[in-house]
């Protein structure tokens, strides 16, 4: 499928989301408020069990640079939400914590608490009650999140309540009205069933209605076996990851960190098992999450403006205008064209370039013609969260190589216009 989100026409309303992103909750919050996100979440579903090992498992989230806990599944009730919320605030990390059966003014507190989980995944019918606890739960908490997480676009009618995917998330958006807008899509990687062009698609939905609503959004992602689902390698996780935020996401979240239970995942294989040990998808979590949070106060700072993809037999001069990047070439011997980037306004005017490989497989190196001179042009390094000069990674070639591993994507600014 082909997916070509152009420009954005972005008023200045939506160029000031990134500045509000980036602002944090400095300061009392206004009765009512809205929730602010204060830094990138890197999250997922399924919180390990609230007993004797928590405080282990809690170094182990922040270990593999997690940066907020969604709660509800390891158990425990008040005592261990309060125990969550403990445990985050000890590690640095943010929690989103159950809030089924308690009343708003019930709800727990305290600087580590980001907000509540409200309902995950539903039908149009549920939007007037889901309003009532979203007003409920701002007036009481004001400044506080109540979470609710949305279906993928591969949903149907019956489950929807709507006609449409794009008609659910606008009622949902104009009829809910929450402060964070999330879904959870798990693209197939599979040989004759490519699932990347709708996991696209959907993230666009994401973004149009985030960008209207001078919201962040967040996404779910696949990272073990389930149902039909292969176990994803480290480039899928990567892919998955770097193709949400070129298309301006605030957040993901893995699916799943503790495995569940039950019929649906006999293959087991999330981040941890169920016995306490970590899979492979722990440490390839670690090295992609290092990196994320390092980009991820230069992401705060970041509104979209549009989303270009460059599929093999593209010209890339023609789909990449509108970028800094005004053409890619390569050798004859080296892969199709095969890239998405994202495009961004930072918010101190800068431009900024998300430059992804679409390939999982094999890595990439395109040449890379910008319209910026290369000393102006600098690369937010992944290791630090610094600015760096833009270097050549294959000097002894003509022109400026970009190298670039499987699934991967690399975040680069450049002098407003």
Not at 239 to 264: D, H, N
Not at 275 to 288: L, S
Not at 392 to 407: C, F, K, W, Y
């Amino acid at each position: 499928m082909r997916v070509r989100a152009m420009c954005a026409a972005i008023g200045a309303g939506c160029l000031l989301v990134s500045v509000v992103f980036a602002a944090g909750a400095a300061g009392a919050a206004e009765p009512g408020a809205r929730f602010v996100q204060d830094r990138f979440a890197i999250g997922f579903w399924v919180d390990p069990p609230a007993d004797d090992k928590m405080d282990a498992r809690y170094a182990e989230i922040a270990e593999a640079h997690f940066t907020f806990v969604l709660g509800g599944f390891g158990g425990g009730g008040a005592e261990g939400i309060q125990r969550q919320l403990d445990l985050c605030a000890k590690y640095g990390l943010m929690a989103v914590v159950d809030s089924h059966g308690v009343e708003p003014d019930q709800l727990p507190d305290g600087p580590a608490c980001w907000g509540y989980r409200v309902k995950d995944e539903p039908n149009a019918t549920d939007f007037p009650a889901l309003r009532e606890r979203v007003d409920a739960i701002r007036a009481a908490r004001p400044g506080k999140l109540a979470y609710i997480n949305l279906f993928p676009d591969y949903a149907n009618e019956k489950q929807l309540g709507t006609a449409s995917y794009d008609e659910h998330v606008a009622r949902f958006c104009a009829e809910v009205g929450t402060g964070v807008l999330s879904m959870d899509h798990y693209p197939l990687f599979k040989p004759g069933a490519d699932g990347r062009g709708g996991y696209c698609a959907n993230l666009d939905v994401m973004r149009k209605y985030a960008l209207q609503e001078g919201i962040p959004f967040w996404n779910f992602f696949n990272s073990m076996p389930f149902g039909s689902q292969t176990d994803p390698t480290e480039a899928q996780l990567r892919w998955q990851i770097y193709t949400s935020i070129a298309y301006g996401a605030k957040g993901v979240l893995y699916f799943c960190y503790y495995t569940p239970g039950g019929g649906e995942f006999p293959k087991g294989g999330a981040i941890i098992t169920r016995d306490d040990r970590r899979t492979r998808h722990w440490y390839e979590a670690r090295r992609i999450n290092e990196q994320i949070a390092n980009l991820g106060p230069t992401l705060m700072q970041l509104t979209s403006t549009g989303v270009y993809r460059v599929e093999p037999g593209d010209d890339p001069a023609e789909a990449l205008k509108g970028t800094p990047i005004r053409n890619l070439s390569k050798a004859d011997y080296d892969p199709d064209f095969d890239y998405l980037v994202g495009a961004f306004t930072h918010a101190d005017g800068r431009r900024a370039v998300l430059f992804n490989n679409y390939h999982f497989a094999y890595s990439a190196w395109p040449t890379v013609e910008f319209d910026t001179p290369l000393e102006q042009i600098v690369e937010v390094d992944k290791w630090t969260g610094t600015e760096i000069p833009l270097l050549d990674d294959s000097p002894a070639m003509e022109g400026v190589q970009i190298s670039l591993d499987a699934g991967e994507g690399r975040l680069f600014l450049f002098p407003a216009p």
